[in-house]
T-cell receptor
């Protein structure tokens, strides 16, 4: 079983719709959860992070965390063509001083006109 | 803004060569990381460092070594490059707290022929 799992997609949504991206993880001791966006040929850039159960909103983005179900999601409201990218879920695992992140393989989002 | 700079955007090396990938960050971050990214496999951690002269193996350290002589600089070394090390290499840094997000450099696309 992969430590962090995402559906590879592509997930296709029309412009203006809500895109829902999902991620599950296997380590119950995971404490921190991150969403990165990666455009083709570029490096990942941080969109949001969440540490506690529930929802966290930032502009058009909402991260949702359910530790009991080991599930984290990202909602993108009013999707725009510029949101078309691969979205990586990352989970902080392990102990020690460094925030070692384990990444899912990403979900490719296509926002259509 | 955090800046993580990787010395080369594209690199072509021959099998058996010793290869150095350099990474510098300008935000006095404690932690630095080297990942490689391959289609279908996502981002995989090679090595990380949480302090000067300290290093820890990630998930796929075989065939690689690292050096961190100064806080701002983290080097990845391929002792004898092989074709299966053709990949996108991403350096990242994060501040001290364990659950901090990573900030990525622009990546180095390495081709080993």
């Amino acid at each position: 079983q992969k430590e962090v799992e995402q559906n590879s997609g592509p997930l296709s949504v029309p412009e203006g719709a809500i895109a829902s991206l999902n991620c599950t993880y296997s380590d119950r001791g995971s404490q921190s959860f991150f969403w990165y966006r990666q455009y083709s040929g570029k490096s990942p850039e941080l969109i949001m992070f969440i540490y506690s159960n529930g929802d966290k909103e930032d502009g058009r983005f909402t991260a949702q965390l359910n530790k009991a179900s080991q599930y984290v999601s990202l909602l993108i409201r009013d999707s725009q063509p510029s949101d078309s990218a691969t979205y990586l879920c990352a989970v902080s695992t392990g102990s020690g001083t460094a925030s070692k992140l384990t990444f899912g393989t990403g979900t490719r989002l296509q926002v259509t006109l | 803004d955090v800046k993580v700079t990787q010395s080369s955007r594209y690199l072509v090396k021959r099998t058996g060569e010793k290869v150095f990938l350099e990474c510098v960050q300008d935000m006095d971050h404690e932690n630095m990381f080297w990942y490689r990214q391959d289609p279908g496999l996502g981002l995989r951690l090679i090595y990380f460092s949480y302090d000067v002269k300290m290093k820890e193996k990630g998930d796929i350290p075989e065939g690689y070594s690292v050096s961190r002589e100064k806080k701002e600089r983290f080097s990845l070394i391929l002792e004898s490059a092989s074709t299966n090390q053709t990949s996108m290499y991403l350096c990242a840094s994060s501040p001290g707290p364990r659950n901090s997000p990573l900030h990525f450099g622009n990546g180095t696309r390495l081709t080993v022929t």
